[in-house]
């Protein structure tokens, strides 16, 4: 009889009880799990059920779900009334609801590798071409690293697989972002670091995001786009102005000749058979659904990189005395989502607003700072100087504090100029205003 796989029973039914009880903790719990993540059948009925029931507006609690689960024919299927209020007779310390989502995922994480390996096993031994099972073991490592990455590692196994990442290839872990200053001072983007950008609202955070997501396009990645301020339409009718050539004036009061007008609606066709960003309107949203929509989306659509513009607007289902600890909270959870799926994360942030325009900023200038830059891998701090240039300074890495500063290409038009892109050929000065 062969063992059963791996799972954690008590960890599910802690995680479901909790948020039945304090159904403030589900988004944080979403963040981390998924519905075909938890094993037990009527405890993923039970998860589904409460997403469902959360969805539609209404308070979760043993009624709500109960009645979900009537609804789609399968409260006798879990076990009947009496199962849910079993579930929250003994309920652990919401604290914990993290860690014990943690445990679910790992375990997920684990029956997917032994799943992938044995499918592995079995193919090669049917003589399988070896081009298809080095795809299948490569899907399993990066799962592996994604989720279960070891901790201990002896130096010599380390330092070979840094080598044969350099010398790859086809190593992708690095991307570019298009704009010199910022692949010198960080190498470029490397894939699950977390990146914050702070600057002053005059600085262009939007246009020096818009110009990282072409550079990601550029690159042959499909960005994920957090708006926390701008609708979706607007983000899009800045990428139809890029892609089509009109001016930005002409776009936003439709006064368009017969020439524009096509150039626009061949903008808008084009757009259905190349590679295009994703964009995610979140304002108003919690920090908690922002969080479980950008693991849903990596995992779905595979998105490499994920821009979050902006960190303060963001706010947090759950209660917090003071301001820092929710950015602490809301920046934990979003990066963290980010991290979990193999993505590159850039979070735009806002300075103090005692800090002059013109004035080279430092670390501490940062909005709730010690928060941010705790979870950050690396902090850029961007200002204006009297004459209008940009300039960028590498303010940490995970090699520690930096002091490096970096002229931004930035036209007289205002804009930030990329290097040879061919998303926007002849309009690099453009930025993006509307």
């Not at 570019?176 to 960080?186: H, K, Q, S, V």
């Not at 139809?240 to 524009?260: K, M, N, T, W, Y």
């Not at 590498?394 to 804009?415: C, H, I, M, N, Q």
Request: charged letters at 25%; proline letters at 3%; hydrophobic letters at 40%.
């Amino acid at each position: 009889m062969s063992a059963a796989p791996p799972h954690d029973l008590a960890a599910e039914r802690a995680v479901i009880s909790t948020c039945l009880l304090h159904p403030e903790h589900l988004a944080v719990a979403e963040a981390i799990v998924t519905a075909d993540e938890i094993f037990a059948p009527a405890h993923r009925a039970i998860w589904q059920a409460m997403a469902a029931v959360r969805a539609s507006g209404i308070e979760v609690d043993v009624v709500s779900v109960r009645a979900e689960l009537d609804r789609r024919g399968q409260l006798a299927a879990v076990g009947g009334s009496a199962a849910l209020i079993g579930l929250i007779d003994d309920v652990p310390a919401t604290a914990h609801v993290e860690q014990h989502a943690r445990v679910i995922h790992e375990a997920a994480v684990r029956r997917t590798l032994i799943r992938d390996l044995d499918r592995a096993r079995a193919d090669a031994r049917n003589g399988a071409p070896l081009a298809d099972l080095a795809v299948t073991i490569d899907t399993a490592a990066r799962l592996s690293s994604g989720g279960l990455q070891t901790a201990v590692e002896s130096y010599a196994d380390v330092a070979r697989r840094v080598y044969e990442q350099m010398t790859s290839p086809a190593a992708t872990d690095r991307l570019t972002t298009g704009i010199e200053a910022i692949d010198e001072g960080l190498g470029g983007l490397w894939i699950g670091d977390t990146t914050v950008i702070g600057a002053r609202s005059s600085f262009g955070k939007s246009s020096l995001a818009n110009a990282l997501v072409l550079a990601s396009l550029e690159a042959g990645e499909k960005p994920l786009i957090v708006s926390t301020e701008d609708r979706n339409d607007r983000y899009v009718s800045r990428r139809l102005i890029e892609a089509s050539g009109v001016p930005a004036i002409d776009f936003r009061d439709r006064q368009l000749d017969q020439a524009g007008w096509s150039a626009v609606t061949d903008a808008v066709e084009k757009a259905t058979t190349e590679t295009t960003p994703t964009y995610y309107y979140a304002a108003g949203e919690s920090a908690e659904r922002i969080a479980a929509t950008i693991r849903a989306r990596i995992a779905t659509e595979g998105h490499r990189v994920v821009i979050i513009d902006y960190l303060q607007r963001i706010r947090a289902e759950k209660r917090f005395d003071k301001r820092h600890e929710q950015i602490s909270y809301c920046m934990q959870l979003c990066t963290e989502a980010s991290k979990r799926g193999g993505a590159a994360c850039i979070v735009m942030s806002q300075l103090l607003k005692s800090v002059g325009r013109s004035d080279k900023p430092t670390i501490s200038d940062l909005k709730e700072t010690g928060d941010i830059e705790i979870f950050s891998d690396h902090v850029l701090l961007g200002w204006q100087g009297d004459d209008a240039r940009r300039w960028l300074a590498v303010a940490k890495t995970k090699d520690g504090a930096r002091d490096d500063e970096y002229e931004l290409p930035w036209s007289e038009r205002g804009a930030f100029v990329l290097r040879g892109s061919q998303h926007w050929p002849g309009k690099e000065e453009w930025n993006g205003e509307l």
